[in-house]
């Protein structure tokens, strides 16, 4: 079982920069597909990035380029750094794990999802 924990949402003029970090607590972190989600106001919540434990990683088309996700499997942490940030990104952002066997595996469907953390805002003014 993991419990996560994120951190280092804020309020950022457009074209700022933030970098969200995820804290999970488990023994198993490394057996798991570690994800950032994003959910706006009357928005679905839509998948941003995934980071597999080797460290593969699979963006959404419109994070391609801006944002970054790594992990750090010693200190059971996940990180998205967003640049060049747009109004469009304001939204509650959460972090998510998926349990998946392989150095490579990552999912890319919320459902298959199981931990979630509480989420944190961002906001991107114009």
């Known amino acids: 079982q993991l419990q996560l924990v994120e951190s280092g949402g804020g309020l950022v003029q457009a074209g700022g920069s933030l970098r969200l970090s995820c804290a999970a607590s488990g023994r198993t972190f490394s057996s798991y597909a570690m994800a950032w989600f994003r959910q706006a106001p009357g928005k679905e919540r839509e998948l941003v990035a995934v980071v597999s434990s080797g460290h593969r990683t699979y963006y959404a088309d419109s994070m391609k380029g801006r944002f970054t996700i790594s992990r750090d499997n010693a200190n059971n942490m996940v990180y998205l750094q967003m640049n060049g940030l747009k109004p469009e990104d304001t939204a509650l952002y959460y972090c998510?794990?998926?349990?998946?066997?392989?150095?490579?595996?990552?999912?890319?469907?919320?459902?298959?999802?199981?931990?979630w953390g509480q989420g944190t805002q961002v906001t991107v003014s114009s």
């Open positions: 998510a794990a998926a349990y998946c066997s392989g150095l490579g595996c990552y999912r890319t469907f919320r459902s298959d999802y199981t931990y």
